[in-house]
């Protein structure tokens, strides 16, 4: 398994500024990826932050709103820049395990509320 | 794609039941399956997988069972505990990468399970 840790846990962020999410693994993984999670609502995947190269972003998303690092085998962060009241969510990083069909792990989330 | 759900299925059992959940997928090329367990104020908790080469998996006190010609999961927990009370969610995934990663995951909607003492 991997145990993964998010920074800050919550946050209330005001509309028009931009909020930079930390997501650590406790061990290298190839594939990371980031998920929205709106209050009640299942998960949605945002993008899969790749190691050394640009994220790939699902259909809704793009690089302008959520620049994704991935500087290393271990990290990631996700910015969610010029926020309104509609990107409060929970914030959700994971982590596959490597091997053939890893496992997927999730960190606690991070609770943003724009006002 | 993005699986919206404002009202969650539910799920009110006895403590010492067997609950069921059931999970209907979409996607006929998924080829491997998780479920997670959420509870309040907290990250998904893997329980189990399945790939599709299986129909059946069991763990501690779990069951997934698979069944690819109608598309549904169901995960089944023996003897139901208070602290098995939280929203759990199905997702489903295929290999990609070369084959190497299964990647990106969609969640179903969720159900919420209560576990009454």
């Known amino acids: 398994s991997a145990v993964i840790s998010q920074k800050p846990s919550r946050d209330i962020c005001q509309r028009g500024t931009s909020l930079t999410i930390q997501c650590q693994v406790d061990s290298q993984v190839t594939m990371m990826f980031w998920y929205r999670q709106q209050p009640g609502q299942s998960l949605t995947l945002i993008a899969t932050?790749?190691?050394?190269?640009?994220?790939?972003?699902e259909s809704g998303f793009v690089i302008d709103k959520f620049p994704i690092s991935r500087p290393n085998l271990t990290f990631s962060t996700l910015t969610v820049s010029n926020m309104s009241p509609e990107d409060s969510s929970i914030y959700l990083c994971?982590?596959?395990?490597?091997?053939?069909?890893?496992?997927?792990?999730f960190g606690p989330g991070t609770r943003l509320t724009v006002t | 794609g993005e699986s919206v759900g404002l009202h969650l299925p539910t799920l009110s059992v006895q403590e010492g039941d067997n609950s069921i959940i059931n999970c209907a997928y979409s996607?006929?090329?998924?080829?491997?399956f998780i479920w997670y367990k959420q509870e309040s104020g907290k990250g998904p908790q893997f329980i189990i997988d399945i790939r599709s080469n299986m129909d059946k998996r069991q763990g501690q006190r779990v069951t997934v069972l698979l069944n690819k010609t109608v598309k549904h999961l169901s995960l089944q927990i023996a003897a139901t505990q208070p602290g098995d009370s939280a929203v759990y969610f199905c997702?489903?995934?295929?290999?990609?990468?070369?084959?190497?990663?299964?990647?990106?995951?969609?969640f179903g909607q969720g159900t919420i399970l209560t576990v009454h003492p």
């Open positions: 997702a489903e995934s295929a290999l990609a990468g070369g084959g190497t990663s299964y990647g990106k995951l969609t």
């Open positions: 996607n006929s090329a998924s080829d491997y």
């Open positions: 932050a790749n190691q050394g190269s640009e994220a790939t972003y």
């Open positions: 994971s982590a596959e395990t490597s091997g053939i069909g890893g496992e997927q792990y």
